[in-house]
Nanobody, 125 residues
Framework: QVQLVESGGGLVQAGGSLRLSCVAS????????MGWFRQAPGKEREFVAG????????NYADSVKGRFTISRDNAKNTVYLQMNSLKPEDTAVYYC??????????????????WGKGTLVTVSS
């Protein structure tokens, strides 16, 4: 059974940092892109960051560029999201995603075939 399990969410003050982790089990995703999406209350799920299958290529939503960094460790089947300079508008449930595109460079909602259950990030002002 394939599982993506996120951790690292919590409550932080504006300007603070958090590091999210997502551990995959049940199969290896080393040949597939992975990434993070988020969903704030009353809003649709949105793309946050993606990393290519080898980790050499990353891309970000404009709203998090320069503040968030995505990385992966294929030996550990894990993807990370380092979030710095957090803002109240970053408050959301963050979901880990694994894409079905072999040797792809990023994740999209349409091509993601595995989702984690999410971890809540709350940024207070």
């Amino acid at each position: 059974q394939v599982q993506l399990v996120e951790s690292g969410g919590g409550l932080v003050q504006a300007g603070g940092s958090l590091r999210l982790s997502c551990v995959a089990s049940g199969r290896t995703f080393s040949s597939y892109p992975m990434g993070w999406f988020r969903q704030a209350p009353g809003k649709e799920r949105e793309f946050v960051a993606g990393v290519s299958w080898r980790g050499g290529s990353t891309n970000y939503a404009d709203s998090v560029k320069g503040r968030f960094t995505i990385s992966r460790d294929n030996a550990k089947n894990t993807v990370y999201l380092q979030m710095n300079s957090l803002k109240p508008e970053d408050t959301a449930v963050y979901y880990c995603a694994a894409d079905r595109t072999l040797y792809g460079v990023t994740v999209t909602t349409r091509t993601t075939n595995y989702w984690g259950k999410g971890t809540l990030v709350t940024v207070s002002s």
